[in-house]
């Protein structure tokens, strides 16, 4: 149940790194449906406020308001993703991050480099969220995408064994 709509993020907390990198983009801007734009919306299940909580089955990223509300935002989660279930802590947050791709990436999606620096010609987008357990990184990350303007949540690849 939608409860509010939230203008398109200002550009007053961009830093002058995002302000070089989006000057001209490599990428086109999307068109995204209103599900999945950013909204406040109704939230009752228990979570405290300045939680964030990944419903793999929406998808949705919420961060949690006062009062039974929360940020809503489209995701796309990845396969290994829709497995998972637990809490972290955000352990670091990054400006512009740089992108490993896996070796299940590059089979899916082909020749890739083995880095990608930050920048808006990365893919991960202009922020990184790294998701921490017990202290010790899960290379569990929520992310954003240029591709399309869509928060993407990353999970690492199955173990293999």
């Known amino acids: ?24 983009p490599p990428y086109q801007k999307a068109s995204i449906s209103p599900t999945f734009q950013r909204q406040i919306v109704q939230y009752d299940r228990k ?12 998808p949705f990223v919420y961060y949690v308001l006062a009062e039974g509300k929360a940020i809503r935002y489209g995701a796309t989660v990845g396969e290994a993703g829709q497995a998972w279930s637990g809490v972290a802590t955000v352990g670091r947050k990054e400006e512009w991050p740089g992108w490993t791709p896996t ?10 480099p083995s880095y990608v620096e930050g920048g808006a010609r990365n ?3 202009a922020r990184g969220l790294y998701l921490y357990a ?7 990350r929520i992310h954003g ?17």
């Open 134 to 140: 017990g202290g010790k990184d899960t290379l569990y």
């Open 1 to 24: 149940m939608q409860t509010g709509t939230l203008a398109p993020s200002s550009e007053a907390n961009f830093t002058a790194r995002d302000r070089a990198q989006l000057a001209n």
């Open 123 to 125: 893919p991960m987008g």
């Open 145 to 161: 995408t240029t591709s399309p303007n869509i928060l993407d949540v990353r999970f690492p690849p199955a173990a293999s064994g």
């Open 103 to 112: 070796a299940d990436e590059k089979r899916r999606l082909g020749p890739l």
């Open 47 to 58: 979570a405290a406020p300045g939680s964030v909580v990944v419903d793999t089955a929406g």
